[in-house]
């Protein structure tokens, strides 16, 4: 099983690149925003893989980050969404719209989607509701990683800052918040603390 690809972008089309390895062409299937940051033909890539292994067929499928791989797997999980499917939500919505949708239930946000129609884009924020927070709005290739985004933070903060993501709150805003909060109370406050002063900050 391939589990990560570095080389040389070759080529990209609609809906796949091939990445060229020692030679080697791989043809690797991806989501329409990690196409849109890969570096311009010729450069370097470095490509998380998801291989899935058919009677018919090898396929690869590429991500820039852990979270959209953790993201493109638990989609999959819905009856309904198949590889396709779970790379054109990926495409469509972002880190923070996805796990935004999900929370609210908002079956509209969701079926903007390609693929999915109002009854799949119910289900998937039924199903998924208990199970998006432990991603939580994490970047998949618009931009830093939440984790990387919030490392200048204390443990107890990032944590705050997961939990009001968890809320509905955009990632940007919710670590805006929880930064301002921890100045003011100071290295030592604890999650249930910023989380409150977070959400004051908020609703100001």
């Known amino acids: 099983m391939i589990g990560k690809l570095r080389g040389i972008v070759d080529g990209v089309e609609a809906d796949e690149l091939i990445l060229d390895v020692g030679g080697v062409g791989y043809v690797v299937a991806a989501s329409a925003r990690t196409l849109r940051a890969l570096p311009a033909r010729g450069e370097k890539a470095e490509l998380l893989i998801e291989t899935h292994v058919r009677e018919d067929a090898i396929k690869l499928y590429g991500f820039l980050t852990a979270a959209e791989r953790d993201w493109f797997r638990l989609l999959q ?16 919505l972002t880190a923070d719209a996805l796990s935004t949708a999900i929370m609210r239930q908002d079956k509209a946000m969701m079926a903007r989607a390609p693929g999915v129609g109002p009854k799949l884009a119910a289900r998937l924020v039924l199903e998924l509701k208990d199970k998006a927070p432990a991603l939580g709005a994490a970047g998949f290739g618009d ?10 933070l204390p443990k107890p903060a990032q944590d705050a800052v997961l939990a009001l993501v968890g809320l509905g709150y955009a990632q940007a805003q919710a670590a805006a918040a929880v930064a301002k909060a921890s100045g003011e109370l100071g290295a030592e406050a604890q999650t249930a603390t910023l989380i409150r002063a977070g959400l004051k900050a908020l609703a100001q």
């Open 143 to 152: 931009g830093a990683p939440a984790f990387e985004r919030d490392a200048g």
């Open 77 to 92: 999980g819905v009856q309904g969404v198949g590889a396709k499917v779970a790379l054109g939500i990926l495409g469509a």
